[in-house]
């Protein structure tokens, strides 16, 4: 199991080795709901989703933490723009969050917890922390001090005078530092608020992750946090710190950071109108799948840009595959009995392609090559399809290639083709399908086209093959 990852925190690609193998803890920023995840979530949710499966597939059994941050300035604001309470609020994000969860295919984590529900972990952490001389108190809230923490800045390179421009600035004069974060926030007397050792008030965002992840996994070291670049700092500098200065211990051993997404190439905002929610996605599109074979086809660091182009070919892209796995279907349920099971045999050009997927996953989670490994064996199978049909293990080769090995990386690894099934015709289709063989038997090409148009308006392609008339529905 030598896979490799790049790490954020060393700067380079390093062998991943779990501190307790095959366990691995692994930890992700989640969302803050306040609003509809949009498809830079579904970018994070996924990406992450796919490591998860894929350690598991190498042999690892990997426990995930996903927070959702559920009370936040962003929270607050939203809940008084909709004049809502803040948790009425919380509460339909949380729900509409789990229903994309479900739209795009993507598990639960092995926790979810809520910042609110972990409130006096918090409380004892920031105790802790005060305690050691780390943090300290004004009359607007608790504060850590990020100057006595000598690492600070090692995860985003920066030395301590460069990052006050890019730090999260509130004007508090209480403070001793600008640079100094909020552990505890006290409330405003129409903000939610907990009891706490310094009065009513609130976590800190930084603060959350910290603790549960803490927590939840049962451990001081991470094998993995994972996040968007955007929260390298300060977020995960500040997770870092507040989480060293307590323990003494290396809080994550590997950073991983996906890249940005823009939509044609702009930020996403509401504001210019390019704001795709997931459900947005979903509703045009139908079919997640055109979704993750857009994230696939570029390396999870690295930047993306959203276009309608490139979902076309996304969806061009698994056309491809179900045409394949169709006919592959068909062959196999018309050449192979009943409850026959076949024997357990490689076949090179299988082989070397899933060797290839497996070595591009191993290093660093490479899914471009990973998906052209998959597109290669998909197009050496048709051309065994059509040269070797009187080769005496054709149908099993077939199978092996379609069902064992492409729907099968495919689903348990990219999370496609869960949706892959082929409705049956109804009465009406077939005889629709019936007419324009006889029209083309016939020799009446124009009624055979007639009768094909008809049929693509109920979203089934008709094509002519050396075997006759076949037929496949329109991936919606």
């Given amino acids: 199991m030598s896979v490799r990852v790049y790490n954020s925190l060393t700067k380079k690609k390093e062998l991943f080795e779990p501190l307790n193998p095959p366990q691995i803890n692994m930890y992700t920023c989640g969302v803050t709901v306040y609003d509809e995840c949009h498809i830079g979530h579904a970018r994070s949710l996924y990406i992450f989703d796919l490591m998860r499966r894929y350690l598991s597939y190498r042999g690892f059994r990997v426990q995930l933490v996903r927070n959702i941050t559920d009370i936040d300035d962003k929270i607050i604001n939203r809940a008084k723009e909709l004049k809502i309470s803040w948790s009425e609020l919380t509460e339909k994000c949380v729900k509409s969050y789990y229903s994309d969860l479900d739209s795009l295919k993507i598990s639960k984590a092995d926790y979810e917890p809520r910042a609110t529900d972990n409130i006096p972990e918090m409380i004892k952490h920031i105790e802790g922390l005060i305690a050691k001389g780390y943090a300290y108190t004004t009359e607007t809230g608790v504060y850590f001090r990020v100057r006595d923490f000598k690492d600070y800045g090692k995860l985003s390179g920066q030395g301590i005078d460069e990052m006050h421009s890019g730090a999260r600035k509130e004007p508090d004069e209480t403070k001793e530092d600008a640079l100094d974060f909020a552990l505890w926030k006290k409330s405003k007397p129409d903000e939610p608020f907990w009891e706490s050792p310094w009065g009513k008030g609130r976590p800190g965002w930084h603060i959350e992750c910290s603790v549960m992840s803490a927590k939840y996994l049962k451990t001081e070291t991470l094998d993995i946090h994972a996040g968007g670049r955007d929260l390298i700092f300060p977020h995960h500098e500040n997770e870092i710190a507040q989480s060293e200065a307590l323990s003494g211990k290396l809080f994550a051993r590997y950073w991983l950071h996906h890249g940005l997404l823009t939509i044609n190439s702009q930020k996403m905002a509401k504001s210019l109108g390019n704001f795709i929610t997931i459900k947005d996605f979903i509703e045009k599109h139908h079919n997640a799948d055109f979704l993750k074979l857009f994230f696939l086809s570029a390396h999870y660091a690295h930047p993306m840009d959203y276009t309608d182009k490139k979902i076309e070919e996304a969806r061009t892209a698994l056309e491809r595959f179900h045409i394949l796995l169709r006919k592959a279907q068909l062959i196999v349920r018309d050449q192979r009995a009943p409850g026959i099971r076949f024997p357990i045999a490689t076949v090179d050009f299988i082989e070397k392609h899933k060797q290839r997927f497996i070595e591009a996953l191993d290093d660093d989670f490479n899914t471009p090559i990973a998906l052209s490994c998959l597109f290669d064996l998909a197009s050496e199978t048709n051309k065994f399809i059509d040269s ?63 009768f094909r148009e008809e049929l693509r308006k109920r979203g089934i392609i008709v094509e002519d093959t050396k075997e006759g008339q076949s037929y496949r529905r329109i991936l919606r």
Avoid at 409 to 421: E, V
Avoid at 429 to 439: D, F, G, Q, T
């Fill in 388 to 450: 070797e049909k009187h080769n005496p293990r054709y149908t099993e080769v077939i199978y092996r290639a379609c069902e064992d090995t492409i729907l099968e990386l495919g689903n348990k690894i990219f999370g496609l083709f869960d949706d892959l099934f082929w409705e049956p015709l109804n009465d009406e289709e077939k005889s629709l399908l019936e007419e324009r063989l006889k029209a083309r038997q016939n020799k009446d090409f124009k009624a055979s086209d007639s």
